[in-house]
């Protein structure tokens, strides 16, 4: 007799769900997928539970690791714009000059619009294509915007990093819908997700869709829902804290579009996939601009994977990743290789969309690893081409090389050591040869990077003299700890500059 009463709930949820859902033509198998891409900000390879996470719950994610593939060679670059590139063009970054960081608020420069991307080639073959979050790939002209770019519809945010409450950066607002400012109340994390749940049931059931779900969390500023923090109480550590809240929210998040995929019966025939966008932050360079790292313990965990954020080490571009579609991909942990620019002509062959008006894809077709776990197509990793640094992986062997002085050349062989604890470049001096000339023979045909000329050109304006004055100093124009953009270091530099942040969490 116990049943009875939970059945009607069942039904009343169902009825609400209906109402609030409708989809009256439930989609047939066998037609072409809907897309949905979720991209996490700076989240650490270990904070989530399929990784091993023990002080952070994301049930929702593990579920759909746990239904479908995990994946432990999930490449990306080591920092947004970048990434975000690979993904939307399917090309390496330093074919177009984003190699180097991300694009500044004061920059005016943009992703090349000469590219064909993503969302232009998927509405081409006639998806319904939305971006709901952040863009980080030109924000001074209109013609780098999304809207302008292949998205039909876009909500979100256009720069890198933004306050969750005020949706601002610098005090300047980053909060659009459709290209027009909105001015709203709201913590990022769940206006993205409540926008999302909304356009997967605006969606007609004939049409298919990519809804490219970009989430800025848990970037810094490290903010949380105050009911979120408090479901860690148990962790000591203040930042950690928080960013636990960040991730369980961005969890809970996911959670509320996977119920509407449920709730307008288009589950069946929807891939996800999610991955972050680069390793978490070891390094405080690469932590942002908003928060004080003076008072902060940087609080993403890697687990055992060297630094992270904006290194060329594994932490940096080895990601937290799963892809669920029910019948279509096998559960099970997937160990080929995958880059971000493999998803591009992935995610083509699957729409059934043509690449023939893409300039030369870097990214090949992978579905048969993420649905299959088959052997990987991809062999070699450029991981970076930079006029200061490079690295590739052929096979099981990595080369890290910096150019700079002092120069280094680490050699790492991923399949023994694959936390880059045994540098073997002196025993190997053939193999070093040979990776430094693909590195170089790729530099040759590479873009300059946007952001040192970005950075020369302000730099080197003529301005006002700084002068000292009898009786006082000027201020210094650069922080006496201040980092030039070529310090971030390949090599020793890398672990000298994480270990000012080293944390418990992180173990090596
Ligand atoms: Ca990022």
Same mark, same amino acid.
């Given at each position: 007799?116990?049943?009875?009463?939970?059945?009607?709930?069942?039904?009343?949820?169902?009825?609400?769900?209906?109402?609030?859902?409708?989809?009256?033509?439930?989609?047939?198998?066998?037609?072409?997928?809907?897309?949905?891409?979720?991209?996490a900000?700076d989240l650490g390879w270990k904070d989530v @539970?399929f990784n091993g996470a023990?002080?952070?719950?994301?049930?929702?994610?593990?579920?759909?690791?746990?239904?479908?593939?995990t994946f432990t060679q999930f490449y990306t670059q080591s920092m947004c714009?970048p990434t975000?590139?690979a993904?939307?063009?399917?090309?390496y970054?330093?074919?177009?000059?984003?190699?180097?960081?991300?694009?500044?608020?004061?920059?005016?420069?943009?992703?090349?619009?000469?590219?064909?991307?993503?969302?232009?080639?998927?509405?081409?073959?006639?998806?319904?294509?939305?971006?709901?979050?952040?863009?980080?790939?030109?924000?001074?002209?209109?013609?780098?915007?999304?809207?302008?770019?292949?998205?039909?519809?876009?909500?979100?945010?256009?720069? @890198?990093?933004?306050?969750?409450?005020?949706?601002?950066?610098?005090?300047?607002?980053?909060?659009?819908?459709?290209?027009?400012?909105?001015?709203?109340? @709201?913590?990022?994390?769940?206006?993205? @997700?409540?926008?999302?749940?909304?356009?997967?049931?605006?969606?007609?059931?004939?049409?298919?869709?990519?809804?490219?779900?970009?989430?800025?969390?848990?970037?810094?500023?490290?903010?949380?829902?105050?009911?979120?923090?408090?479901?860690?109480?148990?962790?000591?550590?203040?930042?950690?804290?928080?960013?636990?809240?960040?991730?369980?929210?961005?969890?809970?998040?996911?959670?509320?579009?996977?119920?509407?995929?449920?709730?307008?019966?288009?589950?069946?025939?929807?891939?996800?996939?999610?991955h972050s966008d680069n390793g978490g932050t070891r390094n405080?360079?690469f932590?942002?601009?908003?928060?004080?790292?003076?008072?902060?313990?940087l609080?993403c965990d890697n687990g055992p994977y060297r630094d992270g954020k904006g290194s060329l080490y594994e932490g940096g571009s080895r990601v937290a990743a799963c892809?669920?579609?029910?019948?279509?991909?096998?559960?099970?942990t997937v160990d080929g290789i995958i880059h971000a620019v493999d998803?591009?002509?992935?995610?083509?062959?699957?729409?059934?969309?043509?690449?023939?008006?893409?300039?030369?894809?870097?990214?090949?077709?992978?579905?048969?690893?993420?649905?299959?776990?088959?052997?990987s197509?991809r062999t070699e990793v450029i991981c970076n081409v930079e006029?200061?640094r490079g690295a590739v992986r052929q096979g099981d062997w990595k080369l890290i090389w910096r150019?700079?002085?002092?120069?280094s050349v680490e050699l790492y062989n991923l399949a023994s050591d694959p936390f880059e604890q045994n540098n073997l470049s002196?025993?190997?001096?053939?193999?070093?040869?040979?990776m430094?000339?693909?590195l170089?023979?790729?530099?040759?045909? =590479?873009?300059?990077?946007?952001?040192?000329?970005?950075?020369?050109?302000?730099?080197? =304006?003529?301005?006002?003299?700084?002068?000292?004055?009898?009786?006082?100093?000027?201020?210094?124009?650069?922080?006496?700890?201040?980092?030039?953009?070529?310090?971030e270091g390949v090599g020793v530099h890398d672990d000298?500059h994480s270990q000012?942040s080293q944390?418990?969490h992180h173990q090596r």
């Amino acid at each position: 007799m116990k049943t009875k009463p939970l059945l009607f709930n069942v039904g009343l949820l169902a009825a609400a769900a209906a109402l609030a859902c409708t989809n009256p033509t439930a989609l047939a198998s066998g037609q072409r997928p809907n897309i949905v891409h979720i991209v996490a900000d700076d989240l650490g390879w270990k904070d989530v @539970g399929f990784n091993g996470a023990t002080d952070i719950t994301t049930p929702h994610l593990d579920a759909l690791a746990r239904g479908g593939a995990t994946f432990t060679q999930f490449y990306t670059q080591s920092m947004c714009t970048p990434t975000r590139a690979a993904l939307m063009t399917g090309r390496y970054p330093f074919r177009y000059g984003l190699q180097t960081i991300v694009i500044p608020g004061p920059a005016n420069y943009g992703l090349d619009t000469t590219e064909y991307l993503l969302p232009q080639c998927l509405k081409d073959a006639g998806y319904a294509t939305a971006i709901i979050g952040k863009w980080h790939l030109g924000h001074a002209d209109f013609k780098y915007w999304p809207k302008q770019r292949g998205f039909d519809y876009q909500y979100g945010a256009m720069i @890198g990093e933004l306050d969750y409450y005020t949706h601002s950066d610098a005090g300047v607002l980053d909060w659009f819908r459709n290209n027009k400012p909105v001015k709203e109340s @709201g913590y990022t994390t769940q206006l993205i @997700g409540a926008d999302a749940a909304a356009f997967i049931c605006r969606q007609s059931a004939d049409k298919p869709f990519y809804l490219y779900l970009t989430f800025n969390a848990p970037h810094t500023p490290y903010q949380a829902p105050q009911d979120y923090i408090d479901r860690y109480r148990h962790i000591a550590e203040p930042t950690r804290r928080i960013y636990a809240g960040m991730v369980t929210c961005l969890d809970d998040e996911i959670g509320r579009v996977v119920a509407a995929l449920d709730q307008t019966g288009l589950r069946d025939n929807t891939l996800i996939l999610f991955h972050s966008d680069n390793g978490g932050t070891r390094n405080a360079m690469f932590a942002g601009q908003m928060t004080d790292l003076s008072r902060t313990v940087l609080p993403c965990d890697n687990g055992p994977y060297r630094d992270g954020k904006g290194s060329l080490y594994e932490g940096g571009s080895r990601v937290a990743a799963c892809a669920n579609w029910p019948g279509r991909i096998k559960p099970q942990t997937v160990d080929g290789i995958i880059h971000a620019v493999d998803l591009y002509p992935t995610f083509a062959a699957l729409a059934g969309a043509s690449t023939a008006k893409c300039k030369p894809l870097d990214g090949v077709n992978v579905w048969s690893v993420m649905a299959e776990g088959q052997a990987s197509p991809r062999t070699e990793v450029i991981c970076n081409v930079e006029p200061f640094r490079g690295a590739v992986r052929q096979g099981d062997w990595k080369l890290i090389w910096r150019s700079l002085i002092p120069t280094s050349v680490e050699l790492y062989n991923l399949a023994s050591d694959p936390f880059e604890q045994n540098n073997l470049s002196g025993a190997h001096p053939d193999k070093v040869a040979a990776m430094q000339e693909r590195l170089n023979a790729l530099g040759r045909e =590479a873009a300059r990077p946007l952001a040192l000329i970005y950075v020369a050109s302000v730099g080197l =304006a003529h301005g006002k003299p700084v002068i000292a004055t009898k009786g006082g100093q000027t201020t210094a124009p650069v922080e006496p700890d201040g980092h030039s953009i070529t310090d971030e270091g390949v090599g020793v530099h890398d672990d000298f500059h994480s270990q000012k942040s080293q944390h418990p969490h992180h173990q090596r």
